[in-house]
């Protein structure tokens, strides 16, 4: 069987692309299922997602009688992770679907890959450079460049699917 991995995507317009990491990913070897939180579902084609990937894309919590629609995660990956997210992360805080199943991969010790991507503005807010420090010390891989995020350069920023997809490798080559 091959392994689980879990793309969840937050609101951003990167999260538009995630198709095309999930085919990437699929190339790798892996059997992947969308989450996004209630904002990212917004820039999802669902309906593509459903057909490339085979599940459900979930958004929200089930009922405690419902059966799980996916497969159990082997790995996580979020991108884009929201300034929210990230913080909310840090903070134990599971008010989505996305946020519950990433705090149970953290206690689970499941390798987890974040892509933060608020603005340059919201980077530099303390709380959310606390965040990052407490992810980076729970074992979070994370893809985080300030020099590369929305608002850093008059140019426009370019979402590092490029980078994450070379974690991506290196992490399916030590399971």
Not at 14 to 31: I, L, R, T
Not at 141 to 152: E, F, M, Q, R, V
């Amino acid at each position: 069987m091959a392994p689980v991995l879990y793309v969840i995507a937050c609101g951003g317009p990167p999260a538009g692309q995630v198709a095309g990491f999930v085919q990437s990913a699929q190339g790798q070897g892996w059997d992947v299922c969308v989450i996004a939180t209630p904002d990212g579902a917004r820039f999802l084609d669902t309906e593509h997602l459903v057909t490339l990937t085979g599940h459900p894309v979930r958004v929200n919590y089930k009922q405690p009688y419902e059966g799980d629609v996916l497969p159990p995660a082997d790995a996580m990956v979020v991108a884009p992770a929201t300034f929210s997210t990230v913080n909310k992360l840090a903070s134990g805080i599971s008010d989505t679907l996305a946020l519950g199943l990433l705090n149970e991969a953290v206690g689970m010790g499941l390798p987890i890959i974040v892509v933060p991507w608020p603005n340059v503005h919201l980077s530099r807010h303390p709380a959310f450079q606390r965040s990052i420090a407490d992810l980076r010390d729970w074992g979070i891989t994370l893809i985080y460049d300030p020099a590369n995020l929305p608002d850093a350069t008059p140019e426009p920023a370019v979402f590092p699917w490029e980078t994450l997809r070379a974690h991506l490798t290196s992490l399916n080559e030590r399971s």
